[in-house]
């Protein structure tokens, strides 16, 4: 399959799209994946990324697409690949568009996961992640809680609240995407490739996303 993911900042983008890729073996593509694989690998263009990143700066849609576009000829995209909260923009969807035209590729599918506020601010601020760089295991204190002592099952590490997600900031997230982002749903409804799924649950989700892949 090859399918972009859409959705709020905790509307469960990513564990959708680790699911999916137990369906088919497609891959789980995220901007933030590519950027730091890029950077790690040493690449030209991951130099040019890591500058902006070292700054705080946003990484410019041209850059992202160069890496994009490598990222998706490499060999395991052949299976297929899901975007996890990318594109981001109107911009980066007609940048997008144009190189999977470029490459010869279709996409199947793309997926808005429309999550009630309550749903995601409750999901955020219970969240909690292990400190440890190189587990980075993710908590909720409510359905996964870590030990007893708040730390990571996996590792020992404690685990903490990132800072972006305490309310006040999630609010400002959630502002910034219904801004930026929330109209790429009717861009990509225009282009007539939009299923919009309402669930909290992330295996109704993913049934309602193999059942569309599949007529």
Request: hydrophobic fraction near 35%.
């Amino acid at each position: 399959m090859r399918i972009i993911l859409l959705g709020a900042p905790g509307a469960g983008k990513g564990t959708v799209a680790k699911l999916l890729t137990d369906f088919d073996g497609s891959v789980q593509i995220s901007t933030g994946d590519i950027l730091r694989s890029a950077v790690k690998a040493g690449t030209e263009l991951g130099k040019k990324a890591q500058g902006y990143m070292e700054r705080g700066e946003l990484v410019p849609d041209a850059l992202i697409m160069d890496i994009m576009g490598t990222r998706l000829q490499e060999p395991d995209c052949k299976k297929g690949f899901i975007l996890d909260g990318f594109p981001r923009t109107i911009p980066q969807a007609e940048a997008l568009k144009g190189l999977l035209q470029k490459l010869k590729l279709k996409l199947d599918l793309v997926v808005n996961l429309d999550v009630p506020r309550e749903v995601i601010l409750d999901r955020l601020t219970t969240r909690r992640t292990c400190s440890n760089p190189d587990c980075q295991e993710i908590y909720n204190i409510k359905s996964k809680p870590p030990t007893a002592d708040g730390n990571c099952k996996k590792c020992g590490w404690k685990v903490v609240q990132r800072d972006d997600e305490t309310e006040e900031v999630i609010t400002k997230r959630l502002a910034t995407y219904n801004e930026k982002t929330a109209p790429l749903i009717d861009y990509y409804k225009k282009e007539g490739s939009l299923k919009s799924i309402s669930s909290t649950s992330s295996e109704e989700i993913v049934a309602g996303i193999t059942k569309a892949i599949k007529k």
